[in-house]
């Protein structure tokens, strides 16, 4: 079955870095067709986005909240994509989440393909 698994999680200072890995496995189609994307959930808050990238990788949006901190990147090869993020701030704590979908993925979108979760959480 499709598993997006997620990992690189942890507990980091402010102003610190923090790089997440997400493994896709079990797609219908070949990885390189999908857009992939971040989404984070803070607790007690709606889940939100945070960053997209296209199938080639070519293009990347942020969300304004981590533009110029966070880099979204691809490995189409190893069937993976990243989130390096930087200069981390404790409003970043939350739960991040991988997600796949073979339509361009809105911020305010729906993907339909989730993975489970890692918690990153910043300490001030």
């Known amino acids: 079955q499709v598993q997006l698994v997620e990992s690189g999680g942890g507990l980091v200072q402010a102003g610190g870095s923090l790089g997440l890995s997400c493994a896709a496995s079990?797609?219908?189609?070949?990885?390189?067709?999908?857009?992939m994307a971040w989404f984070r959930q803070a607790p007690g808050k709606e889940r939100d986005f945070v960053a997209r990238i296209s199938p080639s990788g070519g293009t990347t949006y942020y969300a304004d909240s981590v533009k110029g901190r966070f880099t979204i990147s691809r490995d189409n090869a190893k069937n993976t994509v990243s989130l390096q993020m930087n200069s981390l701030k404790p409003e970043d704590t939350a739960v991040y989440y991988c997600?796949?979908?073979?339509?361009?993925?809105?911020?305010?979108?729906?993907?339909?393909?989730w993975g489970q979760g890692t918690q990153v959480t910043v300490s001030s």
């Open positions: 997600a796949a979908d073979l339509r361009r993925i809105a911020a305010s979108g729906s993907p339909n393909t």
């Open positions: 079990g797609l219908t189609f070949t990885f390189s067709y999908y857009y």
